[in-house]
């Protein structure tokens, strides 16, 4: 009955039908950022939406990302549910004053009288042969906020049901999009399907010889490594976290607790990075189901190199498989 | 309702189409030499074949660029294409000891400081993030966070008054520094605040902004709505729209307001009115968001057939002289193309270098752990 509804789809097309259908669902839904309109955005993101909707509703704005996200935070004090779009990863910056000091603080410095209800969606992450300032993943420094809400997709599906539920939410949420997927994989949408909540992890593959963490890009370089790893007939479990903060360790713990080894993947600097609070927690509450220290397998601590060495520092299915060998072997 | 003066809007449609009224021009695209009362200076035929030749160069670069990229070659490549008198002007305006702040297209600029353009395509290419000493060539490291390089050139400015070299009469001594930025720029916080900073200290700094109209697909209205020269004067300095197409009339323009930086008055906004004629970079694609009539209509404006118009026409130079700068510009094409190809890639271990002046024993763990892990694939990679 639902195969009539299901469609083949991409992550940049998961991500533009799901702005459309919240954009459809509430008149209060605006579009904010550079080249959003016409263009589209230089990842097609927002491709039609200006057109369907009008110049009023998808926002080309000036060049200035403070000045963006702190007009979205007037428009959300006037009751709009504003979507910004930071163009890349890196160029967030100038709008983290904003961000931090502003958006996050809102909610709590009006004891609740002015919600945030905006949702900034970052296309991060790298392995797109890009020049500076275009490959980053600088989730951490969200994460580390009070009052941001912070989540990361990995796949077509989830991109379509979890920017329409950043969107319903009344708190201010960081929303990173894996650029590097966009364009790549296809999946099967059926919209008849009800999405799993947005601040919930997901077991991907189930496993039992140890738990492979990831988010965003990594998911697929951790399935990957799990396929592989199955063909030496070892079962890796891999849970996509899906979200960062708040993080839902419920199914990180239940899986640890049956594989007693953890390797976390992310593309973000190692330093106090996702990995190192996941670790942290997994300590705390399956210390004694352990088997081996928890790993991560992260971006290096150094700014992101030039591209044509960019496959050095991001996590690799050889990096993901080599840190399952330290945990088995240990 | 009490008056609060002009209506804004009308400094909009028709008249502003070819620079407006305001436009300093030295040069027509006809290739007509017109003199300004402000601005206008003689050349003589050598600098107007130098410049010539300059264009006729940075053009290449900029085509041989573009079709690396095609071809593989570099990730990606911002064109320059049209910006050429623009960037030919103000780079031969400036003097060894001034400093300049560029954006990512400002190979016409890097080409006037010598700066060899295998650097810039290294950079596209990715091997680096930009190879050149800054201190061997007065010129900063390309900046792609939009605006950023602004604020360090009020800041370079701040220094050179610090140091004494501004305003002693010593020619080779007064030093100015020059930021470019563009259109788009112009709606950032840092551009913003680099008014307010070299305005308050009266720094030696000139603003350079190029303004071809589009930043990636939105039209200059979408950042400003009144001409960006005239915004100089709320921060408290001078501001000139120069015919950017015009290398005579840039190089005038920002020589004066160089000079005048270098003599203490302080800053200036030169606004070097061109059009960006190709896309915004290799992956973006204009025919989304404008239309090829514009387009035809700037190509009538051409920086360089201008050039070539008056020096034939007054006989400044001969078929000799064109024959020699194609022959010039194609031995340089051939060098680029196989220096492009030839330039190695980093190796993996060196991403680890120069993150600190003093590196911690942290990051000398990592590398020392990413080499063991990279030598057991050792005959296997
Ligand atoms: C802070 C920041 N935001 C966004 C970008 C992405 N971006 C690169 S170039 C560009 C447009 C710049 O337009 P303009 O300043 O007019 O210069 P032009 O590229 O036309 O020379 C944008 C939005 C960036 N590099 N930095």
Same mark, same amino acid.
């Given at each position: 009955m639902s195969s009539t509804r299901t469609q083949r789809i991409t992550l940049a097309k998961g991500l533009n039908m799901g702005l459309r259908k919240a954009m459809e669902d509430d008149p209060k839904v605006l579009i904010m950022g550079e080249d959003v309109g016409k263009l589209g955005g230089v990842f097609r993101i927002t491709d039609g939406l200006q057109k369907d909707f009008g110049e009023d509703r998808v926002i080309d704005s000036p060049l200035a990302e403070s000045g963006i996200v702190g007009t979205a935070v007037g428009l959300a004090l006037r009751g709009y549910r504003p979507v910004v779009e930071i163009q890349f990863d890196g160029f967030v910056y100038p709008a983290y004053d904003q961000i931090v000091a502003q958006v996050a603080k809102m909610h709590y410095r009006s004891q609740g009288r002015s919600p945030?209800?905006?949702?900034?969606?970052?296309?991060?992450?790298?392995?797109?042969?890009?020049?500076? =300032?275009?490959?980053?993943?600088?989730?951490?420094?969200?994460? =580390?906020?009070?009052?941001?809400?912070?989540?990361?997709?990995?796949?077509?599906?989830?991109?379509?049901?979890?920017?329409?539920?950043?969107?319903?939410?009344?708190?201010?949420?960081?929303?990173?999009?894996?650029?590097?997927?966009?364009?790549?994989?296809?999946?099967?949408?059926d919209d008849s399907m009800a999405p799993d909540p947005l601040f919930s992890s997901r077991v991907v593959r189930r496993g039992s010889d140890a738990t492979l963490l990831a988010y965003g890009p990594t998911v697929k370089t951790a399935m990957k490594a799990a396929e592989a790893a199955a063909t030496e007939g070892r079962s890796l479990e891999v849970i996509d976290l899906r979200t960062l903060s708040p993080l839902d360790m419920g199914p990180v713990f239940d899986s640890v607790r049956r594989t007693g080894r953890a390797i976390i993947t992310h593309e973000a600097h190692v330093n106090l990075g996702v990995g190192a609070e996941v670790a942290a927690r997994v300590q705390e509450e399956c210390f004694y189901s352990l088997e081996s220290p928890v790993l991560r397998v992260c971006g290096f601590d150094i700014p992101y190199p030039a591209s044509r060495i960019e496959e050095d520092f991001l996590p690799d299915l050889d990096r993901v498989l080599d840190a399952v060998d330290r945990s088995l072997e240990f | 309702?009490?008056?609060?003066?002009?209506?804004?809007?009308?400094?909009?449609?028709? #008249?502003?189409?070819?620079?407006?009224?305001?436009?300093?021009?030295?040069?027509?695209?006809?290739?007509?030499?017109?003199?300004?009362?402000?601005?206008?200076?003689?050349?003589?035929?050598?600098?107007?074949r130098g410049f010539y030749r300059d264009m006729v160069l940075t053009r290449r670069i900029d085509t041989e660029a573009t079709a690396l990229q095609r071809h593989g070659e570099l990730g990606i490549w911002a064109q320059l294409l049209g910006q050429e008198a623009a960037q030919i002007g103000a780079g031969r305006a400036l003097r060894p000891q001034d400093y300049v702040f560029p954006t990512y297209r400002e190979h016409g600029v890097a080409w006037c400081r010598g700066v060899d353009p295998l650097h810039l395509l290294g950079l596209f290419r990715g091997v680096d993030h930009g190879?050149?000493?800054?201190?061997?060539?007065?010129?900063?490291?390309?900046?792609?966070?939009?605006?950023?390089?602004?604020?360090?050139?009020?800041?370079?400015?701040?220094?050179?008054? %610090?140091?004494?070299?501004?305003?002693?009469?010593?020619?080779? %001594?007064?030093?100015?520094?020059?930021?470019?930025?563009?259109?788009? #720029?112009?709606?950032?916080?840092?551009?913003?605040?680099?008014?307010?900073?070299?305005?308050?200290?009266? #720094?030696p700094v000139v603003f350079f902004c190029q303004n071809n109209q589009w930043a990636i697909s939105e039209p200059i209205e979408r950042q400003s709505r009144i001409p960006l020269f005239q915004r100089a004067l709320g921060f408290g300095f001078p501001g000139v729209r120069v015919d950017g197409n015009d290398v005579l009339a840039t190089y005038a323009v920002t020589q004066a307001a160089l000079q005048r930086a270098r003599e203490g008055s302080g800053p200036t906004l030169v606004e070097a009115y061109t059009y960006r004629m190709g896309a915004h970079t290799t992956t973006d694609d204009p025919t989304r968001y404008r239309l090829s009539d514009d387009v035809e209509r700037w190509k009538l404006k051409d920086p360089i057939a201008r050039v070539k118009v008056y020096l034939t026409r007054n006989g400044l130079a001969d078929d000799d002289f064109f024959a020699s700068i194609q022959a010039e510009a194609d031995d340089l094409g051939h060098r680029l193309r196989e220096g492009c190809k030839a330039l190695p890639d980093p190796k993996?271990?060196?991403?680890?270098?120069?993150?600190?002046?003093?590196?911690?024993?942290?990051?000398?763990?990592?590398?020392?752990?990413?080499?063991?892990?990279?030598?057991?694939?050792?005959?296997?990679r």
């Open positions: 945030m209800p905006m949702v900034i969606r970052i296309p991060f992450g790298g392995g797109i042969g890009a020049v500076e =300032h275009h490959s980053e993943s600088p989730e951490a420094q969200f994460a =580390h906020t009070p009052g941001l809400k912070v989540v990361a997709c990995s796949n077509p599906v989830d991109g379509y049901w979890m920017i329409q539920q950043a969107i319903a939410s009344d708190d201010p949420v960081i929303f990173l999009e894996p650029k590097r997927q966009y364009h790549a994989d296809k999946a099967d949408l | 309702m009490p008056d609060f003066g002009p209506d804004l809007a009308e400094v909009f449609g028709p #008249a502003a189409a070819d620079g407006g009224p305001d436009l300093v021009q030295l040069l027509t695209p006809e290739g007509e030499r017109v003199h300004h009362p402000e601005f206008d200076r003689d050349f003589s035929a050598e600098e107007l190879s050149w000493d800054p201190k061997d060539h007065n010129f900063g490291l390309y900046t792609i966070v939009i605006g950023a390089q602004a604020l360090h050139a009020t800041g370079y400015a701040m220094g050179i008054q %610090r140091d004494g070299a501004v305003g002693t009469g010593d020619h080779d %001594r007064d030093a100015a520094v020059i930021a470019h930025f563009g259109d788009g #720029a112009s709606s950032q916080g840092d551009v913003n605040e680099a008014f307010i900073f070299a305005a308050s200290y009266n #720094a993996p271990l060196s991403m680890f270098n120069h993150v600190y002046a003093e590196e911690t024993d942290e990051l000398r763990q990592q590398r020392e752990g990413y080499a063991a892990y990279l030598e057991t694939f050792e005959g296997a």
